[in-house]
Each structure stands twice: as structure tokens, then as C-alpha cells.
């Protein structure tokens, strides 16, 4: 991307109204939004060897995978979630919970990260968890209750200051009435229509039904879409509990996303969700399901008054299904082509703890979907957990990168026969 096309891009986004800046805008967001310099000139930097890095490898020899696959460390990164390979295969954008957002380089081409810096340092983030790009290279940020947008966020990461805009201002994703501590994990993607795709996790274990009639306006407890300025928002998905993954089917377009289901009915009920989505408006359940056909206590017995959309895949109760990929790459054998990789961050509300590992799932020629897992062992004979994947994506060479918050550390899973 020219400096000139850049220029021209920017300066269309910022005549859109859905990117006034308003006067509560932080100082600094004004500052880049205007393409000035905010004074931030430091970066933190993470070591990427050293004790630390060491026993992630030695966590790492322990993992299974199927034969021909391999498993090594890609780099070091605290508190790594969602994450976002730049289209142009130079820097990979790593989200957190907390209020960094993480800029991953590998500049020799080795497969092994050499640098791994906070992105945007002169930013006040609040739970970035969900980082998108665009195949013309703009970066959106999912914040709690914002998104940022960052043109050529690969030409300019380099930088502590960023060029960078509000999609969607600060207060406006969801009413500040309703922001919470619980859910909190926004992802984001663009579609094949060119939309972005955003889901909003509802705060609750269980929506009260005072709580339904915001959260269907909203699309807390669901999914929004919008046009990549940030205009034409729409509800496209309901009934969600909280998903924390989605991606569009390679060759039919159909929206695909995990959900995790409802604490405190017990160790193996109810299970969680795969779902599959073929048409905007769906609903898949929440609150009168608490996964699968596993009606909630709360909304026993009570008529439900949509038609509910039930999961692709019932997938084992509590085990956190997260991020997902669908696998496009030329690397793996030909059975994974369009498969699901997903990431199971395992169980918190369970006796003994299941997940901590990435499943596969392959779609038959009639749609039907089929998990088992693919690479495990980050729960120990003692049933503790030694990493929690969080998100699956896929590098320009067909290896996938998988995402750990626990450990803080991205791996990477590549084929050779």
C-alpha cells in the first residue's frame, strides 16, 4: 500500500460519520487520528530465550500430535489470545485480556519469532482481545466496548505511533450500562462479503429475561456486522451464550463459531457448541438452552418462542471451546483442506479438568462435522494445566500458530513426511 493510497483511504474514513471523533476521544487516539506524533518513543520488548522460554520447550515434548506433525515454540508472548497474521506475512497482531496489545516478527524467515514488542504503545487498550485484519492490510482492534481500526497496520507498526481511527468509538459497541467483568473476549473477522463480524458475549451464566430485550437491539448475546467504516450495523446472530471464535467457510461462506455453554449444572452437562450458521437472523438457544438441547434451570419448562438453531458438534461439557480456523493451507495433508482447527482453553467449573488442547474438525460433503482432537497433553498425570490454548491461525507457508495465555506463548504446528 502507497503512502499516497494510505492518505486517500484515511482521509475518506475520517469524513465518515461513523468516525467522528468526539471530544472524550483520549488525547493520543486524537493525535494519530490527525497523524501526529504523540511523544512515545519506547517500546517494551519480550526476551525470546532464556530459562523461560526453555521450559515452555520442555512443556512442549510432552504434547501429541499425529504422525509427520511437529509442535515448537514460536515465540514468547505474556497473556497471548486472538491473534492476526498481517496479509502481507510480516507481523503477526497477538490480543490480550489485559491492556497490551503484541506486534510478533520473524524477520529471518526461520519460522522461530525474533521480535516480539507491544503494537501502538502510546494507546490505552481496555481487554483487546480480538485482532482482524482486512486482505488490503487494516487491522481492526475488539475492545471491550470499542473497536479501533489501524490502516496498514504492517507498514506502520514499526512506529510507537500508529495511524489510527475509531470504528467504533469508546461507550458505543454495547450500552455502558451493560459492560461487565464476565465475557468480556470480543472476536472479530471479515467476512466474504466484506463485512467485519464481531461477536458480543451477554454477561450473564444466564440472560435474565429482563436483559432480553437489550440484548436482542444490541446483539449482546449474539453477533453484529458492520461495513468495514463502521456504518450498516446490523444483529446477524442471536441466542449466543459466549462466543469467543468464528470463521467463514473457504468455499460456501457459511459462518461457523464456538460457543461456551452454562456453568454450575455439573461435571458433564451441558455440553458446548460448534454451530454452524447459513443464514443471518438465526437464534442458537441462549438462555432457554444452556447447550445442546440441555435446557437451563432457569427457563425449565418454559415455552421457547424461536426456532433454535442446534450445534453442528455437542463437544465435551466445560472443556472452553475458543478460537477456530478454517485450514486453507497447502502444507498438511489433503484430509485437514477446509477442516476446523479450534482451540479448547479448558474447564475452570469441572472436578477434574478436560480441553487444554486443539481439536480438528472435517465437514462432510453434506455438511455434516465430525471433532476429534489433534495436538494434546498441557493437562499432567497430576491434573494440572501446563498451557490453555486460546486461538488457531495459519502462517503464509500452511503451519498453523496456536495461542497460549497461560504459558504466554505462541507454538507452532508444521507437517513434513
Given at each position: 500500500m502507497t503512502k499516497l493510497f494510505l492518505v486517500t483511504a484515511v482521509g475518506a474514513l475520517m469524513a465518515s460519520s461513523a468516525l467522528a471523533q468526539s471530544a472524550?476521544?483520549?488525547?493520543?487516539?486524537?493525535?494519530?487520528?490527525g497523524f501526529k506524533t504523540t511523544g512515545v518513543t519506547e517500546f517494551t520488548f519480550i526476551e525470546q530465550s532464556g530459562d523461560y522460554a526453555d521450559g515452555i520447550k520442555k512443556t512442549l515434548e510432552r504434547i501429541t500430535l499425529p504422525d509427520g506433525f511437529k509442535i515448537e515454540l514460536y515465540a514468547v508472548v505474556p497473556d497471548a489470545r486472538h491473534m492476526a497474521v498481517g496479509p502481507q506475512g510480516i507481523v503477526t497482531i497477538v490480543g490480550t485480556r489485559k491492556d497490551k496489545?503484541?506486534?510478533?516478527?520473524?524477520?529471518?524467515?526461520?519460522?522461530?519469532?525474533?521480535?516480539?514488542?507491544?503494537?501502538?504503545?502510546?494507546?490505552?487498550?481496555?481487554?483487546?482481545?480480538?485482532?482482524?485484519?482486512?486482505?488490503?492490510?487494516?487491522?481492526?482492534?475488539?475492545?471491550?466496548?470499542?473497536?479501533?481500526?489501524?490502516?496498514?497496520?504492517?507498514?506502520?507498526?514499526?512506529?510507537?505511533d500508529v495511524a489510527a481511527f475509531n470504528l467504533v468509538a469508546g461507550g458505543e459497541l454495547i450500552p455502558a450500562e451493560q459492560e461487565s467483568f464476565n465475557h468480556t473476549a470480543r472476536v472479530c473477522k471479515l467476512g466474504p462479503d466484506g463485512k467485519i463480524y464481531i461477536s458480543?458475549?451477554?454477561?450473564?451464566?444466564?440472560?435474565?429475561?429482563?436483559?432480553?430485550?437489550?440484548?436482542?437491539?444490541?446483539?449482546?448475546?449474539?453477533?453484529?456486522?458492520?461495513?468495514?467504516d463502521g456504518s450498516g450495523?446490523?444483529?446477524?446472530?442471536?441466542?449466543?451464550?459466549?462466543?469467543?471464535?468464528h470463521d467463514f467457510h473457504p468455499e460456501t461462506g457459511d459462518l461457523w463459531f464456538t460457543d461456551?455453554?452454562?456453568?454450575?449444572?455439573g461435571d458433564d452437562i451441558p455440553p458446548g457448541?460448534?454451530?454452524?450458521?447459513?443464514?443471518?437472523?438465526?437464534?442458537?438457544?441462549?438462555?432457554?438452552?444452556?447447550?445442546?438441547?440441555?435446557?437451563?434451570?432457569?427457563?425449565?419448562?418454559q415455552d421457547v418462542p424461536v426456532e433454535v438453531v442446534m450445534p453442528a458438534v455437542d463437544t465435551i461439557a466445560h472443556a472452553a471451546d475458543l478460537g477456530m480456523t478454517f485450514y486453507t493451507g497447502k502444507q498438511f495433508p489433503s484430509e485437514y483442506k477446509n477442516a476446523i482447527f479450534s482451540a479448547q482453553h479448558g474447564s475452570w467449573n469441572r472436578t477434574t479438568p478436560v480441553g487444554a488442547r486443539v481439536m480438528v474438525t472435517t465437514i462432510?460433503?453434506?455438511?455434516?462435522a465430525t471433532m476429534k482432537p489433534f495436538a494434546e497433553g498441557w493437562i499432567d498425570e497430576?491434573?494440572?494445566?501446563?498451557?490453555?490454548?486460546?486461538?488457531?491461525?495459519?502462517?503464509?507457508?500452511?503451519?498453523?500458530?496456536?495461542?497460549?495465555?497461560?504459558?504466554?506463548a505462541i507454538y507452532r504446528i508444521s507437517y513434513s513426511k
Open positions: 472524550n476521544v483520549p488525547s493520543n487516539l486524537e493525535k494519530l487520528s496489545v503484541w506486534s510478533v516478527t520473524d524477520r529471518n524467515k526461520d519460522r522461530i519469532a525474533d521480535e516480539v514488542k507491544d503494537f501502538a504503545p502510546s494507546l490505552t487498550f481496555s481487554i483487546p482481545n480480538g485482532p482482524c485484519f482486512s486482505k488490503d492490510g487494516f487491522l481492526y482492534i475488539a475492545e471491550q466496548n470499542r473497536v479501533l481500526l489501524f490502516p496498514a497496520a504492517e507498514f506502520f507498526y514499526e512506529s510507537p458480543l458475549g451477554q454477561p450473564f451464566n444466564v440472560a435474565p429475561p429482563e436483559n432480553l430485550e437489550v440484548n436482542t437491539k444490541w446483539g449482546i448475546g449474539g453477533m453484529i456486522r458492520m461495513n468495514t450495523r446490523e444483529v446477524y446472530t442471536y441466542g449466543i451464550r459466549n462466543s469467543v471464535g461456551n455453554q452454562v456453568d454450575g449444572m457448541e460448534l454451530n454452524h450458521q447459513t443464514a443471518m437472523g438465526q437464534h442458537f438457544g441462549h438462555p432457554w438452552y444452556g447447550g445442546g438441547d440441555t435446557r437451563t434451570n432457569e427457563y425449565a419448562g462432510d460433503d453434506e455438511g455434516n497430576n491434573g494440572e494445566y501446563l498451557g490453555r490454548p486460546v486461538d488457531v491461525a495459519q502462517l503464509r507457508d500452511g503451519s498453523i500458530l496456536v495461542s497460549d495465555d497461560l504459558a504466554g
